[in-house]
Structure formats: structure tokens, C-alpha cells
């Protein structure tokens, strides 16, 4: 199925894994080109290289950009390029799917066990800042310098992804939680302030997701059997299932969802 014009991009920030290569994969099969920007090492590249086979193989334009997403330099070669390569071509959707982030906690752990799994490092004050950078406001930096490039089309969609841990305080995720809710703060002003040049900003809040980022935090085997425990599906959320809403909120008739962050969790949230 083609769900858009032929001459239009996906903008994939965070692209090699989870939902950002799912949804990657869910945009290049309903017809657009996608630019994909990551960060591995060369090990991790065996892997990654035949799931781009696959998204070249629905025939659009493809990029993929090894670099720092969150460095100037990272964010003027990725534009330039797709400047270059996208011709007439426009950005009809950007998502950050950053997962950069400091999983330390703030206070000193009192158990041996605790100890174990936390380590007695704690979160400093440059921890935070990097890490609301990284996976907060970074999408405003992606936006400013796309749309000063030209880049948007007409109706774009921007995206970003949250977690319970907004709302919820997690033993290690003081961080990540600081940037998640800085990350809805900036999408909410970009839907107001872009909404005049055509650019809606949402935020997606998935369920509890088995991704590499879940794995990072301590006590994830855990937190899914708590959520499977709970879901009224009685499984986790999928990087497929979050693809498939953003895809649908790309789509002409979601034009007038903006500024709002949606629960993509089959109920996970709700069901206490």
C-alpha cells in the first residue's frame, strides 16, 4: 500500500534498533523514502545492514547516517545529505528515537543487593544535563535546523517517545524521567509555534517494550512480568505496534492530531 507521495522522507533519529527501525520499516513499505541516522560500532553492523537490505527493498529513497545525532556536525551532514539526495523532496515526517541516556540513581542504595545491580555511582549534575539533551530537547534542535534548511513539507509530522517513567519514579531513571518530561514540554511548543508553517508535533507513550533501551535499565525482567502481569492483552508492547500508530498519524486524516502525547500500550497504562 502507498500512502505517500513519492517524493517525501522519514526522518528516523535513533534508526538501528526498537521503534525507530520499525517504524522505518513501517513508512519505506506505505511508500516513503527514509533517511536513518544511528550510532553503532562496527561489530553491531552485521546485524544492522540486512534490516536495511530490507527497507532498500521496498524501492524508495534510502540513507543511513553512522554518526552523533546530537552533535552540530552530526546534524549538518545528515541535512546536507538528504538535502542533496531527496532533490525536490520533502520531509513529511521526523522522529526522534533517541536512547542516550544515564540510568544511575540519585541516592546512595542501602543493600548489598541493591548495591549489586546499582553500583554506588551517583547521578551528577552533568549526567542530567546530557542526558535531558539527548533525549529531551534534541528534538528541537532537529526540527530549528531542518526547518531552516528548507526541509519540511507543507504537513509535516513530528514525533517523539515517552515512557510511564514521566509520571512514575524509578530507582535509577531520575535522568531519563528529567528528559522524557522535557521531551513533551518541547513537543507541545512545537505544535503551537511550527503549527503555522504546516509542522504537527506529537508525543507517542508506549508500553513497557522489549527494546536494547529497556534492557539497559536494572530490574527490566521485572518490570515486563509486572506489565505482562497487568496488560489487559497480557503481553508487552511491540516496536511494530508503536509503528504502525505513527504511521497512521502521518496519514492525511490525522492532520489535526497535534500537541497531544497518545498511550500506545493496549491498556497497560489504565489497567492500574
Known amino acids: 500500500m502507498t500512502a505517500f507521495p513519492p ?12 521503534f525507530g527501525l520499525a517504524t522505518a520499516k513501517k513508512l519505506a513499505s506505505q511508500g516513503l523514502s527514509v533517511c536513518l541516522v544511528h550510532r ?27 554518526l552523533d545525532a546530537l552533535s ?3 546534524v549538518a551532514e545528515t541535512l ?5 539526495a531527496g532533490g525536490t523532496g520533502k520531509l513529511r515526517v521526523l522522529l526522534h528515537s533517541i536512547a542516550f541516556g544515564n540510568l544511575k540513581p540519585i541516592a ?17 549534575d552533568e549526567d542530567m544535563a546530557r542526558t535531558i539533551y539527548s533525549m529531551g530537547t534534541s528534538l528541537l534542535t532537529w526540527v530549528q535546523a531542518a526547518f531552516r534548511a528548507g526541509l519540511f513539507a507543507a ?16 530507582r535509577g531513571y531520575a535522568a531519563v524521567s528529567a528528559a522524557k518530561t522535557a521531551l513533551e514540554a518541547v513537543s507541545r511548543s512545537i505544535a503551537v509555534e511550527y503549527a ?11 508500553g513497557v517494550t522489549d527494546t536494547p533501551a529497556l534492557r539497559a535499565i536494572p530490574g527490566a525482567d521485572e518490570m515486563k512480568k509486572h506489565s505482562i502481569a497487568r496488560n489487559p492483552f497480557h503481553r508487552l508492547t511491540t516496536p511494530e505496534d508503536v509503528a504502525g500508530v ?6 492525511d486524516d490525522a492532520a489535526w492530531v497535534n500537541g497531544t502525547l497518545i498511550r500506545v500500550d493496549g491498556g497497560e497504562r489504565i489497567a492500574g
Do not use: C
Not at 80 to 84: E, T
Not at 109 to 124: F, H, I, M, N
Not at 155 to 170: I, P
Open 7 to 18: 517524493d517525501q522522507w522519514a526522518l528516523v533519529l535513533g534508526a538501528s534498533s526498537g
Open 246 to 251: 505513527i504511521a497512521l498519524l502521518s496519514q
Open 40 to 66: 553503532d560500532r562496527r561489530g553491531a553492523m552485521d546485524r544492522i545492514e540486512p534490516e536495511f537490505e530490507a527497507i532498500k527493498g521496498y524501492g524508495h529513497g534510502f540513507l543511513a547516517f553512522n
Open 155 to 170: 504537513d509535516a509530522r513530528v514525533f517523539g517517545l515517552t515512557s510511564e517513567g514521566n509520571e512514575v519514579a524509578w
Open 72 to 74: 552540530a556536525d552530526g
Open 80 to 84: 546536507n545529505g538528504l538535502k542533496a
Open 196 to 206: 503555522p508553517y504546516g509542522i504537527r508535533s506529537n508525543i507517542i507513550q508506549a
Open 108 to 124: 546512595p542504595v542501602q543493600s548489598e543487593a541493591d548495591k549489586a545491580v546499582y553500583g554506588e555511582t551517583l547521578t551528577e
